[in-house]
């Protein structure tokens, strides 16, 4: 086990959504943008149109800027945050899938080559050579998002690998086609709205053509996003849909999301119908404000539809592993942590701590609680998801916390408490410190007289 990275007031698991959210506009720009700059460059050629370059050459620039500056530095910040919140989570992805994200990594150092290639080549080579270098990055930043979403798939629905631990079967799992699918629409639609910001910029009659232009493909994408995800959603295990329709606060942020993709649908049908000459820049980084709400309330669906693993069947939330997984050679160990003791498990807390006694027990209690709970809480009152604001609701005093806390597994989102009776008595002496409940006699907690 590694040590414990703890996030005060959000949260790790608030923070890490914050960065991957920001990530996935301008990562999804870059994936769907150049599908539409190499049909408009085509349709330049075609029509003998040279005023439609000059758009390409300003949404070329600003996907090389906004995408691969805000995009890279984005990606760099979800590794970083996930390897330190949940590091064995992101141990067993690299130990499973190490030579999927070194093949997306060589079609991402394409994709850097050919967006530089393509803006630095404008009327300096061939039309046909120009074209198939905009073809090559819009390919190759699709195939990163094939790679991508088997991974992320992986992690809510591992299907075969539990049985058999092998790379394909985890990778195409139950999810990943509606996934990918519905990915691959939306990434129109967001390109669209992308498109238009960079065309409302432009006072002349080829930027409302493009606002017209793009409003068709984020019609498109969005219509079609819609159809795959209600294929996603019939896929997804029963199990993350009751975890879904448990907890207010995810159906708030779904219908938050419905709620903005119907803006953004009205949106695409107003430019779609010309009626874009009211679409500023101003207003066009607004929508994709709007359409940042959107993606918010599904990725939050989506993360916690998972609880309380971090891939499920294999490790709960708090990335204590739940399952035997025997074509990995990897066995439970809840079963030994409740017979031998969560504490002696890690190798960062001080031996002083690792027995609990009367004199080291709410220090032992306080590693107890953030090391199981952080996952998913904050500890003090005051912060997101406040573990001693939950108990004031539920159990305040130490021995009701302690009965209190053998029920966690009975929750759909929640791991069960792991550890011995004298662990869980430590815990709760300590939650009782939090929640200005009745304490514990230090005699109760190490012997449980």
């Known amino acids: 086990m590694y040590p414990l990275f703890e996030v005060p007031l959000i949260g790790g698991p608030l923070l890490i959504a914050l960065i991957a959210t920001f990530h996935i506009l301008p990562s999804h720009v870059a994936t769907g943008a150049f599908w539409f700059t190499y049909y408009v460059e085509n349709k330049s050629y075609k029509e003998n149109r040279p005023e439609l370059l000059e758009f390409l050459k300003k949404f070329s620039l600003s996907i090389l800027i906004f995408c691969f500056v805000t995009g890279s530095l984005t990606g760099i910040g979800i590794w970083y945050a996930a390897t330190a919140i949940s590091p064995r989570a992101i141990t067993g992805l690299i130990h499973n899938y190490v030579w999927g994200w070194a093949t997306e990594w060589v079609f991402f150092i394409i994709e850097i080559a050919a967006i530089y290639a393509y803006f630095y080549t404008f009327g300096k080579i061939s039309r046909k050579a120009h074209l198939r270098v905009g073809l090559i990055y819009a390919m190759a930043a699709w195939i990163s998002m094939v790679i991508i979403t088997g991974i992320l798939g992986f992690m809510m629905t591992p299907g075969p690998w539990l049985k058999t631990g092998g790379f394909f079967g985890g990778f195409f799992n139950d999810t990943y086609w509606p996934q990918l699918f519905m990915r691959t629409s ?132 708090n990335q204590i592993i739940a399952r035997d997984l025997p074509a990995k050679g990897i066995k439970s160990e809840v079963e030994k942590m409740n017979r031998e003791g969560f504490l002696t498990s890690y190798a960062f807390l001080p031996e002083s701590v690792k027995t609990v006694n009367e004199s080291n027990y709410l220090l032992a209690g306080e590693a107890v609680t953030k090391l199981q709970c952080v996952a998913c809480h904050t500890i003090p009152e005051g912060g997101r998801n406040s573990l001693a604001a939950a108990y004031k609701r539920v159990a305040k005093d130490a021995d009701e916390i302690f009965d209190h806390l053998d029920t966690l597994g009975d929750y759909k989102y929640m791991p069960p408490f792991v550890g011995t009776d004298v662990e869980r008595r430590a815990a709760a002496a300590y939650i009782a410190t939090l929640t200005g409940g009745k304490g514990a006699d230090p005699s109760w907690v190490a012997t449980g007289n």
């Open 186 to 317: 939306f990434m129109f639609a967001i390109a669209g709205s992308y498109a238009a910001i960079v065309a409302g910029s432009m006072k002349s009659e080829t930027g409302e053509e493009i606002k017209k232009l793009a409003g068709k493909w984020g019609l498109a994408g969005m219509l079609a996003g819609a159809l795959c995800l209600g294929w996603y959603v019939l896929k997804m295990p029963a199990e993350a849909k009751a975890v879904i329709g448990s907890l207010k606060f995810v159906k708030t942020m779904l219908y938050m999301g419905g709620f903005t993709a119907i803006v953004m649908v009205l949106y695409f049908v107003l430019l779609a119908l010309g009626k874009g000459r009211f679409v500023t820049p101003a207003v066009g980084v607004a929508m994709m404000g709007v359409l940042f709400l959107a993606i918010s309330g599904g990725e939050t669906a989506r993360e916690v539809s998972r609880r309380p693993y971090l891939i499920p069947g294999y490790m709960y939330s």
